[in-house]
Nanobody, 119 residues
Framework: EVQLVESGGGLVQPGGSLRLSCAAS????????MSWVRQAPGKGLEWVSA????????YYAEDMKGRFTISRDNAKNTLYLQTNSLKSEDTAVYYC????????????WGQGTQVTVSS
């Protein structure tokens, strides 16, 4: 059974940092590109970042460039998102997703981890 389990969210002040993790199981992790997607309160899904199967290529939404860093440890079957210089508008539930097919298409999602940026 494919499972993606996010962790690391929480309450942080503006300007702060959090490191999100996504533990994968039930499939060969390094066969797949992975992404982070978020959903802010009352809004739709927003793509955040993606990483190739071996970590050699990374991609970011414009607003996240320079603030967020995606990485993966294939030996640990874990995906990460380091979030720095957080803003109130980064408040959202963050999901990891397994890419399947063309970019932007996913077949499995985690349950999400809440990130709240507030003073």
């Amino acid at each position: 059974e494919v499972q993606l389990v996010e962790s690391g969210g929480g309450l942080v002040q503006p300007g702060g940092s959090l490191r999100l993790s996504c533990a994968a199981s039930g499939f060969t992790f390094d066969d797949y590109a992975m992404s982070w997607v978020r959903q802010a309160p009352g809004k739709g899904l927003e793509w955040v970042s993606a990483i190739s199967w071996n970590g050699g290529s990374t991609y970011y939404a414009e607003d996240m460039k320079g603030r967020f860093t995606i990485s993966r440890d294939n030996a640990k079957n874990t995906l990460y998102l380091q979030t720095n210089s957080l803003k109130s508008e980064d408040t959202a539930v963050y999901y990891c997703a397994r890419r399947f097919g063309p970019p932007g298409t996913y077949d499995y999602w985690g349950q999400g981890t809440q990130v709240t940026v507030s003073s």
